[in-house]
């Protein structure tokens, strides 16, 4: 097998212009992916970080700066990535959102955020990406989760419920995918 295995497929990484989703996206353009970067930093950084993937692995690689917690914004996302690639062959749903004070003490508004950008932005972009996956027959879906995905942990309500969630929903995807080629996995 070539050290450049994934050379003609594209991976989506949610916020991955720095950190983990950074390092998950270098790694998948070294083996030859073409990157899609997605986050919420100014252009000019994300754009830097897609030109550093591309100097580095000679893959092309994009920034696109949607916000995960819009659906609308998700959808447009993807549609611009399969429109430059031709479809996305791997997701990773590394986005996050992290809170951390007592239950009594979160705000409403960050809990519905953390919902909406930990669990709902993975739902949307599978059910968006994942018919092109099943008509080429071949899909990686890889949904980041955490250790605090299988035990509970003081004063991060919102992490532990959006994580153990993404497990949960990372099983359903996987059986229903089983026959098709498309695999899904949870990493924590």
């Not at 092309?60 to 609308?72: G, K, T, Y």
């Not at 914004?73 to 791997?90: E, L, S, T, V, Y």
């Not at 989760?145 to 419920?161: M, P, Q």
């Amino acid at each position: 097998m070539s050290d450049r295995y994934l050379n003609g497929r594209t991976a989506l990484v949610t916020g991955s212009v720095g950190g983990l989703g950074n390092a998950i996206a270098a790694g998948l353009a070294a083996v030859g992916a073409n990157i899609v970067l997605n986050g919420l930093e100014p252009a000019e950084e994300g754009a830097g970080a897609a030109s550093k993937i591309e100097s580095a692995y000679d893959v092309e690689a994009i920034f696109d700066p949607s916000d995960v917690s819009d659906l609308h914004q998700i959808k447009r996302m993807i549609d611009n990535a399969n429109a430059r690639f031709g479809g996305i062959d791997i997701l990773v749903n590394n986005a996050v959102v992290r809170n951390f004070s007592a239950i009594e003490d979160l705000h409403p508004e960050a809990w519905d955020r953390s919902i909406a950008v930990n669990l709902s932005a993975a739902f949307h972009a599978v059910r968006l990406v994942l018919p092109g996956m099943k008509t080429r027959s071949w899909g990686r879906i890889i949904n980041m989760s955490s250790v605090f995905g299988w035990r509970g942990a003081s004063e991060r309500i919102d992490y532990v419920t959006t994580k153990t969630a993404l497990i949960g929903l990372t099983r359903g995807i996987a059986v229903e995918t089983a026959a098709s080629g498309v695999t899904a996995n949870a990493l924590s």
